[in-house]
């Protein structure tokens, strides 16, 4: 029997979602939109994945450079949801892991169980000198996560925590609340390197991650669902889409190249591309990005699902039968296309 595909809807708080064009379709994040889509994911979707951006990527359209605050975000919409799971993102060296364990039990005891926790332990310097953050480069940003994971995780357990450590010293740390009925935490990493695969193999349930094709996303997953087993450990994996879904084929194909070929905010691809390759080791990453500037426009660099309902469905059912839990996507314009996208895929995929 074929398992259920999970849906995380990706970005939703953030102007051009994961986009980077200059087209008049993008996604402008008003809340009045953002409350409406969200509403209607509630009934469809398992997740609402919220990004945490502080500085946006320049060019002509500046994408994400209007971001909701994520925690924020999401404690909003705990409210208007009812169903679905929402995930919060926070980098490890600006939120202080004893301020996170309170925000994330506040949210998760308004939204009854529906939070989890994405963290990011190194993404942009120039957003971390916004906060005179300490950020630790490299390698040094995971062991910086998991002591910070530790003490989270340690608050959580109802206990007080001490903790000394090379990046965090806590004292009688503690929060009350805690999750909603004393629940463990569901953490999420979308960490590339391999030294980042190991740290959320270790500390973490659930990996997002990006991928050239199918036969490459089926191999990824493997190795990393062997190395969770061999660490005894229940673990998932969510494959990183963006989707355009039209009628046909060629209608989906010419708005997909109106968008991310012949608008494509070229300055903007090229900030991100230079934030990615600060980081040495993120090699395959910088890969993707180079060979193709259309998957860059369209989503990140984030694999393309082009068609019409019945070929985005044999794409997803390739994904699907790939070994991975889920998948987290993404559209140009989130009010335009979800609902076709609900109507005529998610009510047939996971029948």
């Not at 320049?58 to 009812?82: H, Q, R, V």
């Amino acid at each position: 029997m074929k398992k259920k595909l999970k849906f995380a809807l990706f970005a939703l708080n953030s102007e051009s979602g994961i986009a980077m064009t200059t087209s008049r379709k993008r996604w402008s994040a008003k809340t009045d939109e953002i409350k409406e889509v969200a509403k209607f994911c509630d009934k469809y979707f398992d997740y609402i994945f919220s990004v945490q951006r502080w500085l946006g990527f320049g060019g002509k359209t500046d994408p994400a450079g209007l971001t909701y605050e994520s925690s924020n975000f999401i404690s909003a919409l705990s409210l208007i949801t009812k169903k679905i799971k929402l995930i919060v993102t926070m980098h490890t060296s600006i939120i202080h892991p004893t301020h996170a364990a309170r925000i994330m039990s506040t949210i998760d005891q308004f939204s009854n169980g529906r939070s989890l926790l994405n963290v990011v332990c190194g993404w942009n310097e120039k957003e971390f000198k916004m906060f005179n953050a300490n950020y630790q480069p490299n390698s040094n940003a995971f062991k910086q996560g998991e002591e910070w994971i530790k003490i989270f995780k340690g608050i959580l357990s109802k206990k007080k925590i001490s903790f000394s450590g090379k990046f965090f010293r806590v004292k009688n740390a503690q929060s009350k609340p805690v999750l909603y009925k004393n629940r463990n935490p569901q953490i999420i990493s979308a960490a590339f390197s391999p030294t980042g695969r190991i740290f959320a193999i270790k500390n973490c349930d659930i990996l997002v991650t990006m991928f050239s094709d199918i036969a490459a996303l089926k191999h990824q997953v493997q190795i990393v669902k062997r190395q969770a087993k061999n660490n005894k450990k229940k673990f998932q994996v969510f494959a990183l889409c963006h989707i355009v879904c039209k009628k046909t084929d060629n209608e989906a194909i010419k708005y997909y190249d109106e968008y991310s070929r012949k608008n494509a905010d070229k300055i903007a691809i090229q900030n991100f591309s230079n934030i990615i390759a600060k980081n040495p080791k993120n090699k395959i990453l910088k890969s993707i990005q180079k060979k193709n500037m259309q998957k860059m426009a369209g989503g990140i660099g984030s694999y393309p699902i082009i068609g019409s309902p019945k070929k985005v469905i044999d794409e997803l059912n390739k994904i699907n039968n790939s070994g991975v839990d889920g998948v987290v996507v993404s559209f140009l314009n989130f009010k335009d296309e979800v609902k076709f996208f609900t109507q005529k895929v998610l009510s047939v995929i996971n029948k």
